[in-house]
């Protein structure tokens, strides 16, 4: 399976006159011709913008929380001058604010597909003899939509990891393509499907830190497999 979706979300203490300051963080981006905003409670203490980039990713920026939305290769945001570069330079010019507490938490979350060529009774034939033992098959012998889920809680870190077969329709039931981005137009078949949230506590909101997080989860994910 392959990485889909991606989202990082970086939560910090609430900035209460954060309405007054965003707008002249985020006016050079906005300058940008593949840049939208969409301000969302203009005029509330809840006030936030949803930038919207063409080459398919999203920041979502809001007093007590920043999130990066991603559908594309995840090999390009490896690089700290590639699709991230906003996302973190907002985040230091926010921490620059003297309304600005800390960091508090961090998310990652990324649903992934593998598309196979089998009809999906095979597939789920497949899954269930793999994943499951006999006792177990006998009692979901005529079930079609099974999955495993697996919550581990180590610390202050806690993980959630969600997979098993799909069909067609399970991709907009599941939001695995929330931003509707030409790189999952392909998203028609049969196959598996992956959904993997690792939440931290902590002040740690670096690049370093959410790429080294980025690749144990996918190498977790890319090693789910059925054949």
Do not use: W
Request: charged share 25%.
């Amino acid at each position: 399976m392959e990485p889909r979706f991606i989202q990082y979300e970086i939560r910090y203490s609430p900035i209460l006159n954060f309405a007054q300051y965003y707008k002249d963080i985020v006016a050079k981006y906005l300058a940008l011709d593949d840049a939208t905003p969409n301000i969302a409670n203009f005029g509330m203490f809840d006030e936030h913008i949803v930038m919207v980039f063409l080459s398919s990713y999203h920041i979502d920026y809001r007093l007590d929380r920043l999130i990066f939305r991603y559908e594309g290769d995840h090999k390009l945001i490896y690089n700290s001058s590639g699709a991230t570069k906003f996302f973190f330079d907002i985040l230091d010019e926010t921490r620059k604010l003297k309304a600005f507490g800390k960091v508090k938490q961090t998310t990652i979350q990324i649903k992934a597909v593998g598309l196979l060529e089998h009809s999906n009774k095979l597939i789920v034939e497949k899954f269930k003899s793999k994943f499951f033992q006999q006792s177990t098959l006998d009692s979901i012998l005529t079930s079609t939509d099974v999955a495993i889920t697996i919550d581990r809680a180590e610390g202050a870190k806690y993980s959630n990891l969600i997979f098993g077969p799909f069909e067609t329709q399970d991709i907009a039931k599941q939001g695995i393509s929330p931003l509707k981005s030409d790189f999952n137009k392909d998203l028609n078949g049969n196959g598996l499907m992956c959904s993997y949230t690792v939440t931290e506590k902590t002040d740690k909101s670096s690049f370093s830190f959410f790429k080294d997080t980025l690749v144990e989860m996918i190498s977790v994910i890319q090693n789910i497999k059925i054949e």
